[in-house]
């Protein structure tokens, strides 16, 4: 079993900063992509960013010079720091992984429960 614990969310005013955290854990032998989506009340989910076992990074246009998404792959972990925050932010975020769990397995893709991020004007 894999389990994605996000932590980080909260309640801040716009223009602030907030970095959110998703410890992965588990039976993981390998990890390959990781990313962040969120979801907004009554919109469906949307990609923030994603980010390779190697470091490439896609990001949301939407997001793009305020967000950055880095990994630890020693502590498998994901982090996503958010700067310059808008209330169009305001949604819960949502961590998840493509995951090996032993050696020749299959890739399997596992998501958190996710965290809620609040963003007020």
């Known amino acids: 079993q894999v389990q994605l614990v996000e932590s980080g969310g909260g309640f801040v005013q716009a223009g602030e900063s907030l970095r959110l955290s998703c410890a992965a854990s588990g039976s993981i032998f390998r990890i390959n992509a990781m990313g962040w989506y969120r979801q907004a009340p009554g919109k469906q989910r949307e990609l923030v960013a994603t980010i390779t076992g190697i470091g490439s990074t896609i990001y949301a246009d939407s997001v793009k010079g305020r967000f950055t998404i880095s990994r630890d792959n020693a502590k498998n972990t994901l982090y996503l720091q958010m700067n310059s925050l808008k209330p169009e932010d305001t949604g819960v975020y949502y961590c998840?992984?493509?995951?090996?769990?032993?050696?020749?397995?299959?890739?399997?893709?596992?998501w958190g429960q996710g965290t809620q991020v609040t963003v007020s004007s």
């Open positions: 998840t992984a493509d995951v090996r769990r032993s050696y020749g397995s299959s890739w399997s893709n596992y």
